[in-house]
């Protein structure tokens, strides 16, 4: 089945800072790499996704890159905010199964 | 986007009873419905996957016996955790998606203590 590893598990920035999260996959079949926050004790949301036809997706201050070949993409997020602040799970999907990474806790210092 | 719930938000059971969990999806028909365990500040382990009418699929080292899924309708699944143990305590989430698009949306959550 599909492996997804992602690191850092814990990052702290200064508020203004970028974040970098990075995932890699082993199914060269998964086609589909969504990107949620969740905050303590709530629902993971969906903050952004990219499909294997694209490279790069941008979404205000958030963008995620996808290296097909290298099996593995990317959460960018730029001028970090107190608010960005929660854990952040990548997932690598092909069909009807979604395998998610061991997410990345994400402290925005003020 | 989508709306999931899930019922009951949190619940508290002696050891050895059994839990039922619902997840609904409001204001879609979820051809597919997932279900993840998740432990304190651990990721989202997906337990098993179920489609409208059909059998779950279970992902290895899941009990099927011990963890029983219904799909009865487009609109609801339901997960009950059967003879539940201490260590079934966590937090469980549903997700649900419909048969287009591929992103699925998350329940709450149900949060099981088991005594």
């Known amino acids: 089945g599909e492996n997804v590893e992602q690191h850092p598990s814990t990052l702290s920035v200064q508020e203004g800072d970028s974040a970098v999260i990075k995932c890699t996959y082993s199914?060269?079949?998964?086609?589909?790499f969504p990107w949620y926050k969740q905050e303590l004790g709530k629902r993971p949301q969906l903050i952004i996704d990219i499909r294997s036809n694209v490279g790069e997706k941008k979404d205000q201050r958030i963008a995620v890159t996808l290296n097909k070949t290298a099996k593995h993409f990317s959460l960018h997020i730029t001028e970090t905010q107190p608010e960005d602040s929660a854990v952040y799970f990548c997932a690598a999907s092909k069909g009807n199964q979604f395998y998610f990474g061991t997410g990345t806790s994400l402290t925005v210092i003020p | 986007g989508a709306v999931v719930s899930q019922h009951p938000s949190w619940v508290i059971c002696k050891s050895g009873t059994s839990v039922k969990i619902e997840c609904r999806s409001l204001?879609?028909?979820?051809?597919?419905m997932f279900w993840y365990r998740q432990f304190p500040k651990q990721s989202l382990m997906l337990m098993a996957t179920s489609n409208e009418g059909s059998k779950a699929t279970y992902e290895q080292g899941v009990e099927k016996d011990k963890f029983l899924i219904n799909h009865a309708s487009l609109t609801l699944s339901t997960l009950t955790v059967t003879s539940a143990h201490p260590e079934d305590s966590s937090f469980y989430i549903c997700?649900?998606?419909?048969?287009?698009?591929?992103?699925?949306?998350f329940g709450p959550g149900t949060r099981l203590t088991v005594l």
């Open positions: 204001d879609f028909q979820a051809t597919t």
């Open positions: 199914d060269s079949a998964s086609n589909y």
């Open positions: 997700s649900a998606r419909s048969g287009g698009p591929v992103e699925q949306f």
